[in-house]
T-cell receptor, first 114, second 115 residues
């Protein structure tokens, strides 16, 4: 069965801290994605990766970076956390195949920046 | 500009009523893909359906059905005989061709089913 695992369900950090959100998938998927979810805005894409060490900016990359050193792991980094980055963060993965295949999501990390 | 519009913020129904969720999209591509996801209170998004732009057949899966109309750029979702377990946020999403499968989501519609 498909499994995307995010390291934490809830996380509280302080302004200015460097924050790491980890995501691991066990499906050998090529594509991985990070979204943030805010009320009334749906999910917005922060970054995605289609291969190891490859990354592309999404719609709202400012204040974030990512790392993909291994195929199964995709990390989201908040370089210097700010209160406006308080949000729900969702990781997803999908297979690189013909047509745009469904993404499989993790349970999400609810991040609070104080 | 938002490419996927879900105009209904919240819909409340009583169990066994039907509920239809609207989704209107915007794209210049001739090849694209539309999706519906369900997000129950637990938070994980659950994939429901994927439809490509060349397949306008309506689809039924149990109590769920989807109506895709390219002429009106709509991909509406109906839950028949709703149940309390259908209470969730439902998202419509668009993926354009040659986009690495990136999804553009609507704002979501909260469905509340009361007994």
């Amino acid at each position: 069965d498909v499994k995307v695992t995010q390291s934490s369900r809830y996380l509280v950090k302080r302004t200015g801290e460097k924050v790491f959100l980890e995501c691991v998938q066990d499906m050998d998927h090529e594509n991985m994605f990070w979204y943030r979810q805010d009320p009334g805005l749906g999910l917005r894409l922060i970054y995605f990766s289609y291969d190891v060490k490859m990354k592309e900016k999404g719609d709202i990359p400012e204040g974030y970076s990512v790392s993909r050193e291994k195929k199964e792991r995709f990390s989201l980094i908040l370089e210097s956390a700010s209160t406006n980055q308080t949000s729900m963060y969702l990781c997803a993965s999908s297979i690189l195949g013909e047509g745009n295949q469904p993404q499989h999501f993790g349970d999400g990390t609810r991040l609070s920046i104080l | 500009a938002q490419k996927v519009t879900q105009a209904q913020t919240e819909i409340s129904v009583v169990e066994k009523e039907d509920v239809t969720l609207d989704c209107v999209y915007e794209t210049r591509d001739t090849t694209y893909y539309l999706f519906w996801y369900k997000q129950p209170p637990s938070g994980e998004l659950v994939f429901l359906i994927r439809r490509n732009s060349f397949d306008e057949q309506n689809e039924i899966s149990g109590r769920y059905s989807w109506n895709f109309q390219k002429s009106t750029s709509s991909f509406n979702f109906t839950i028949t005989a709703s149940q309390v377990v259908d209470s969730a946020v439902y998202f419509c999403a668009l993926s354009e061709n040659d986009s690495w499968g990136k999804l553009q989501f609507g704002a979501g519609t909260q469905v509340v089913v009361t007994p």
